[in-house]
C-alpha cells in the first residue's frame, strides 16, 4: 500500500493498494466529526461496489443514504448538481457529514462541486473505480460540470478529505475502459517522467501500483505549487485543448481519453514540425496511443477543433496557453496568438 500526502489548501492522503475500498468507514471516521454519508454513484459503479462501500462506513458507525445517477458524461449536468443538492438537504446532512464520490470522473467532478456548495462546503471522499480518475481527476480539487456552451465551465477549485484507490478494482477494468486511463498515464509520462514512459512498455497491469503511484506524485508536486490553475498546473492539460473539442465535436460520443490521445499526438506532431521540440516524441506517443487501441488523429478537421477551441475555458486574451513536448517525457507552455491557432492545430492534425 502506497500513502501519497497531498499538501493543498486542505492536506489530504491518497491511499493507493489492493483490498483498500473496505477502509473507508475506519478512515473516514478518523476525519470527520457526522456520522452521516451520502454515497453518490452511478448506476454500474453502485452495482458493483455500493454495498462494499455501505458496508464499511455502517460498520464504522455512520448512516448512509445513496443517489444513482446514470453513468455517462450527460450525467454531469447542472440538473443533476440541483438535484444532488436538493437529495442532501432533504436527508438533513450537516456541514460536519460526509459526501462520497463512488466512480469515475464524472461521478467525482460532479458530486466534489456539490459537496463544496452544500452548506458552503462538506467533507468529501474520492473513491476512484477508473484508471483516468484514479490517475488524474480524483486528486488535486478540480470540480465541475458541463454548460451547453462546453465542458468543465461551471465548477469550484475544492480538495478531498481523503482519496481512496483500490488497484483491484482498477485492474478489474474492461479493456476499452483502462485504455482511456492510459492516455492520462501517457500524458503525465510526457509531461514530466522518463520513468513512466519505460512503465508503459512493461506489463502495465502488474505493475499498476507504481504507475498510479508515480502520476499522483506528479500531480500532487504540480497542485502543491500551483493549486488554482494559474500556471505550472496548466502542464497536466497537455493535449485536452484539442480534446475538449473533439469531445464537444462529437456530442461525447468519443470519450475522454480516446480525445487525449488525438490531442496529444496533434500537438506533439505541430511542436515538432514548429522547431520547439527536437525530439521525435511523436512517434513514441503515437505507438504507445496504438498500443491501448488509442486514436493518433482525429476525424474533425483543424478548422473545426480550432474554432470550439477558441472558445474553451482556457483562453485568455490574445490566445491560448497550450501544452507541447520540447523534449522526451519534459513539456512546457507555450502561448498560441488568436491568428496563429489554426495554423498550429492544422500542423499537428496533418498526420504525413
Known amino acids: 500500500m502506497e500513502r501519497i500526502r497531498v499538501e493543498a489548501s486542505r492536506e489530504y492522503d491518497v491511499i493507493i493498494g489492493g483490498g483498500v475500498l473496505s477502509s473507508v468507514g475506519e478512515r473516514l471516521r478518523a476525519l470527520v466529526k457526522g456520522r452521516s454519508a451520502a454515497i453518490f454513484a452511478d448506476d454500474i459503479t453502485f452495482a458493483l461496489f455500493g454495498t462494499a462501500v455501505k458496508e464499511s462506513l455502517q460498520a464504522s458507525g455512520f448512516s448512509t443514504v445513496e443517489y444513482v445517477i446514470p453513468h455517462g458524461e450527460s450525467s454531469k449536468s447542472a440538473e443533476n448538481y440541483i438535484a444532488m443538492l436538493n437529495f442532501l438537504a432533504e436527508n438533513k446532512l450537516m456541514r460536519s457529514d460526509s459526501v462520497i464520490a463512488l466512480g469515475g470522473g464524472v461521478v467525482g467532478d460532479l458530486t466534489g462541486f456539490v ?23 480524483s486528486v488535486g480539487g478540480k470540480t465541475a460540470i458541463n454548460l451547453r ?16 484507490c483500490d488497484t483491484d478494482i482498477i485492474k478489474s477494468l474492461p479493456d476499452t475502459i483502462f485504455a482511456d486511463g492510459m492516455a492520462e498515464v501517457i ?16 506489463d502495465v497491469r502488474e505493475n499498476l501500483d507504481e504507475i498510479i503511484a508515480e502520476c499522483v506524485r506528479i500531480k500532487r508536486d504540480i497542485v502543491n505549487e500551483d493549486e488554482f490553475d494559474t500556471g505550472l498546473r496548466q502542464l497536466l492539460n497537455f493535449g485536452h485543448t484539442p480534446a475538449h473539442a473533439i469531445e464537444k465535436l462529437s456530442g461525447f460520443r468519443v470519450s475522454h481519453g480516446s ?3 488525438a490531442g496529444m499526438c496533434i500537438m506533439s506532431r505541430a511542436a ?9 516524441v511523436s512517434d513514441e506517443l503515437a505507438r504507445m496511443c496504438e498500443r491501448f487501441g488509442l486514436p493518433t488523429s482525429s476525424e474533425f478537421s483543424a478548422e473545426e477543433m480550432a474554432e470550439v477551441a477558441m472558445s474553451d475555458k482556457k483562453r485568455s486574451a490574445g490566445g491560448i496557453t497550450l ?11 507555450l502561448k498560441v496568438p ?15
Open 115 to 137: 459537496a463544496a456548495s452544500f452548506l458552503r462546503g462538506t467533507a468529501f471522499v474520492q473513491i476512484p473505480t477508473t484508471l483516468l480518475s484514479a490517475v488524474d481527476s
Open 149 to 164: 456552451a462546453g465542458k468543465n465551465l461551471a465548477g469550484a477549485f475544492y480538495q478531498p478529505c481523503l482519496c481512496l
Open 187 to 202: 500524458k503525465y509520462g510526457a509531461i514530466r517522467s522518463t520513468r513512466i514512459l519505460e512503465l508503459i512498455g512493461t
Open 259 to 261: 480525445a487525449v490521445a
Open 272 to 280: 515538432e514540425r514548429a522547431g520547439i521540440c527536437k525530439d521525435n
Open 323 to 333: 501544452v507541447v513536448p520540447v523534449k522526451r517525457g519534459e513539456s512546457a507552455l
Open 338 to 352: 488568436d491568428s496563429e491557432v489554426l495554423t498550429f492545430f492544422s500542423t499537428g492534425a496533418d498526420t504525413k
